[in-house]
């Protein structure tokens, strides 16, 4: 019978035994297919509890070490199990698909079905699957404002809106904002689905500067000179696609900007804040001029779909009726899931684990990569690339596809193609160390080299 043995005294008990599962194959001790001990027998061996034994295993097929299988017991997990996710990332052609911005890869079967079942016992279920309250129910709402406390500011459950995600809390941002012909100020490089809200509200997009540092001030203070703006809207914290963060002097300066301009800043947070950040948003220096947007997606689950919207104090109203325009309400029961493994640690653990397997392939970026002037930002696993010279982003990101990567060229990002700056985005996945090697070689090996001359055809 398997034992894990030399269990780390810095971890809790059944993450030491996961980690030990973990170690024990890769270091061959473990073979695929191996049945592990059952979780009562493996208990009374190391002399804990059966749900510490029981959370060793969750945690563990989470992380793609073994399989349940009812009724026969737990296995080790065999690498045709472990590819459904490299199939996930590769495309019809099969490319390695590193453009998609989403967090690592956990899976979560097992911890869904077993917190569906403990929700289904203990958890009010009334009025679930019923038209409810459009704001979301407030021992949600009290939840995730506690989630939200560790981001820099105290978020108010009386303020707060649980959407849709992200993408829903942006729509109602706007929808309650601005009107046909309004100025939004943006980032040159930005969120690619505000082109799309720019035609669907009738708005004007003003592109302001970045560099290494974010958002430039002085260019936001530039564009109130010139335009009548409405809003700013801007990611401070770990920017997609250029995964700058703001300093403290910028963020108060924009701050301060908004009152004297009168505009509102629409700010997007949603990406993981690391234990050692002591980044506060911009909601925290203006609450009255700052409409807070944040998600679970690359926190807790992309599939969760739920995100918060939290107005100025005093527009609550017409933000909860954009938000009933463009959906009645959140589904309760997805929210439910998501305060039910706030309140249990799940999300905390969730976390914890993308947080280690960002590392690790920052880690090896950071090999594959020698030489190359990319950035990165500890919180995400996007990089951003800079181009110069000949290279065009978009014939970059073409030619790097022919050789079977996809990466996202910052002409998707860019409110103005032609004044903004040229680079790539790459998001890395957990798809297996050789795999993510070689894909990222592919872009060494372009970067490094000059674009082929155009041949004239008759």
């Not at 003003?206 to 335009?227: F, I, K, N, T, Y």
């Not at 701050?255 to 950040?277: C, H, K, L, Q, T």
């Amino acid at each position: 019978m398997w034992i894990p043995h030399n269990l780390d005294p810095n971890l809790s008990v059944y993450r030491a035994i996961s980690e030990c599962l973990a170690l024990d194959i890769e270091e061959g001790r473990l073979s695929e297919g191996q049945k592990l001990p059952p979780m009562r027998d493996l208990a009374d061996e190391l002399g804990v509890t059966v749900g510490t034994v029981l959370r060793a295993y969750d945690l563990a097929e989470q992380r793609g070490l073994l399989v349940k299988q009812t009724g026969r017991g737990s296995f080790v997990r065999s690498s045709t199990e472990k590819s459904q996710h490299i199939r996930e990332i590769l495309d019809e052609t099969g490319a390695v698909d590193l453009s998609r911005n989403a967090p690592p890869f956990i899976n979560l079967e097992a911890q869904l079905r077993r917190s569906l079942m403990e929700i289904s016992k203990d958890s009010n279920l009334d009025g679930m699957l019923e038209y409810g309250q459009s704001q979301g129910l407030l021992r949600h709402r009290e939840i995730l404002c506690e989630w939200l406390d560790g981001r820099g500011f105290k978020a108010d459950p009386a303020r707060i809106i649980i959407t849709g995600g992200a993408q829903q809390a942006l729509t109602a941002a706007l929808g309650a904002l601005t009107s046909p012909g309004d100025t939004v100020l943006v980032e040159e490089l930005s969120y690619p689905g505000i082109k799309n809200y720019a035609r669907f509200f009738g708005i004007n997009l003003v592109p302001v500067s970045l560099d290494e540092g974010g958002l430039v001030p002085e260019s936001v203070e530039q564009a109130c000179l010139r335009h009548s703006v409405k809003a700013l809207y801007c990611m401070p914290f770990a920017h997609n696609p250029t995964t700058a963060t703001m300093s403290e002097k910028r963020i108060a300066e924009i701050a301060n900007m908004a009152d004297r301009y009168g505009f509102f800043v629409i700010e997007d947070d949603v990406n993981p804040r690391p234990s050692s950040s002591d980044f506060k948003p911009i909601a925290a220096y203006n609450p009255e001029r700052t409409v807070y947007i944040s998600s679970l997606s690359k926190t807790i689950s992309p599939g969760l779909r739920v995100g918060t919207l939290m107005p100025p104090d005093g527009l609550l109203s017409q933000f909860l009726a954009a938000s009933q325009t463009t959906s009645w309400m959140a589904p309760p029961l997805m929210a439910e899931v998501a305060c039910h493994w706030i309140k249990d640690g799940t999300a905390s653990e969730l976390e914890k684990q993308r947080t280690t397997i960002t590392a690790n392939l920052l880690r090896q970026a950071n090999i594959a990569l020698v030489g190359m002037p990319y950035r990165f930002n500890e919180a995400t696993s996007h990089l951003w690339i800079p181009l110069s010279g000949a290279w065009k982003a978009e014939e970059f990101a073409e030619t790097l596809g022919q050789r079977g990567v996809r990466v996202s060229p910052s002409e998707l990002f860019a409110v103005d193609p032609v004044s903004a700056p040229s680079g790539v985005r790459i998001n890395l996945t957990n798809i297996g160390d050789d795999l993510l090697k070689k894909s990222l070689s592919s872009v060494v090996q372009l970067w490094n080299s000059s674009p082929q001359a155009t041949k004239f055809q008759m």
